[in-house]
């Protein structure tokens, strides 16, 4: 038995933001239903080919379990079917740009006349007002949401992360409210809508930096290098480089071989309450009672001193070196992982993070797999469907004859 058996899934999603909510929906064990348009199917099909002729890993890597139905919701047939689906399904959902659901005639108040339990689920860029129509994706959600412009370092341009906030992120925060929103219906007997808007969620990850904002106005971010380098504070959250965002000061610092290798470094946190543990590794004993050091709030100031220090440690050392001396003194360090290394990490594999799929275009792939890990509903990654696999399983599932069918796929409805 999966948590979500029996649950199932209208999945209108696609490219990033939705596909990720609907992915986890059904390693959660729900019935995931992807309509595709005839023929095109979700654009990422088709984006970042590196083997021609077979699905993108693009693709493959945001639609596992999944079931595929190809369906034109623009020609009569396909709405009749996209009907019967809707009184079929326990949830829609959608990451079309605004407005596209109404304009193909299925409005919410026609969804719940069809679904009075139907649980609408969508992801926009925005929420209501003046961008609600824009179109969105992955780095405009980074700039809105606040992610920008307190990445990177004080002196440069503000950054886009390379995790995936604005879209993997949204489509977390619309699963959540797609499962909160079914546990309702169980005693409320009503479906209702859940909208996840990127800006909104990324804001909402980006939540200790509206912290800080705030805090200016108490006076200077001890914590942020710019206070030690004597560097006044404009109006608004800074750009705050590898700064730790908590508490206990943090840098990310070289290692040995970081000459060659792009990722030979560390994240080391200066954490108080192991100062002298600290102190002992790096060769600094003196500063354990230094009055000048002793204390956090008298090394806020000299925290370029400090991580020099400590970095002229680590620079003579290999990152996991670093972890397997400091984690035994409770230092918190990290190795900066690459992907190459993270593919290949036998601990990700074991717990079913890192998958191999085979694929009957492409062969055998990587995937991320369930990061959420459920101890009485097991997943088990099964490869993204081809356009169409499903389309005349899941028609006939709707009570449509042979002969129904073969007249739809002449008629380009499937
Ligand atoms: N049959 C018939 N028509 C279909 C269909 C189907 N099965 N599936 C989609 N369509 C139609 C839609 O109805 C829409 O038609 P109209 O414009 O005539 O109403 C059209 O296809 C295109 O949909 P779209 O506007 O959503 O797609 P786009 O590629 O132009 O925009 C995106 C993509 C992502 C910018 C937009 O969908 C969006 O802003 N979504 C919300 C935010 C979001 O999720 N962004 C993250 C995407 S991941 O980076």
Request: charged share 25%; glycine share 10%.
């Amino acid at each position: 038995m999966k948590a979500l058996d029996g649950i199932k899934i209208l999945d209108f999603t696609h490219v990033q933001s939705g596909p990720t909510c609907t992915q986890l929906l059904g390693w959660f064990g729900a019935d995931v239903i992807k309509v595709e348009r005839p023929g095109v199917g979700d654009a990422t099909r088709k984006q970042l080919i590196d083997k021609p002729g077979s699905d993108s890993l693009y693709f493959t890597m945001l639609n596992h379990n999944k079931r595929s139905l190809t369906l034109n919701t623009k020609t009569d047939d396909g709405k009749e079917v996209l009907e019967r689906l809707i009184k079929e399904c326990d949830v829609m959902v959608e990451n079309f740009a605004p407005g596209a659901l109404d304009r193909m005639g299925f409005t919410w108040e026609r969804i719940q006349e069809l679904n009075p339990k139907m649980i609408m689920a969508s992801v926009k860029g925005f929420g209501p007002g003046p961008y609600e129509d824009c179109k969105v994706y992955e780095n405009v959600a980074q700039c809105a949401g606040g992610a920008a412009s307190t990445t990177g370092f004080r002196d440069g341009p503000p950054l886009v992360t390379g995790a995936q906030i604005g879209d993997s992120g949204t489509g977390l925060h619309l699963c959540l409210g797609i499962v909160t929103a079914l546990f309702q219906r169980e005693r409320s007997g009503r479906g209702q809508k859940v909208l996840a808007p990127m800006q909104d969620s990324v804001l909402n990850l980006c939540r200790v930096k509206l912290r800080d904002q705030q805090r200016l106005d108490a006076g200077p971010l001890k914590e942020y290098s710019q206070f030690g380098e004597g560097v006044a504070f404009g109006e608004a959250t800074p750009r705050a480089g590898n700064d730790s965002g908590g508490g206990q000061p943090g840098r990310i610092l070289k290692c040995l071989g970081w000459e060659n290798d792009p990722d030979a470094y560390t994240y080391f946190i200066t954490q108080a309450a192991v100062w002298k543990n600290i102190c002992d590794v790096i060769g600094k004993p003196e500063w354990k009672d230094d009055p000048d050091y002793a204390t956090p709030d008298v090394r806020l100031n000299k925290l370029n001193e400090i991580f020099d220090t400590i970095e002229a440690w680590t620079m003579t050392k290999d990152k996991f070196d670093v972890m397997d001396i400091c984690n035994p003194l409770n230092i918190p360090v990290g190795p900066i992982l690459s992907m190459k290394e993270l593919a290949e990490e036998p601990a990700l594999r074991d717990t079913g993070t890192i998958v191999e799929v085979d694929h009957p275009e492409r062969g055998k792939y990587l995937t991320v797999g369930c990061p959420v890990k459920l101890s009485d509903s097991e997943v088990d990654v099964t490869r993204s469907p081809l356009l169409g696999e499903h389309s005349e399983e899941v028609l006939a599932m709707l009570g449509y004859s042979e002969t129904d069918i073969s007249a739809m796929r002449e008629s380009g409805a499937i």
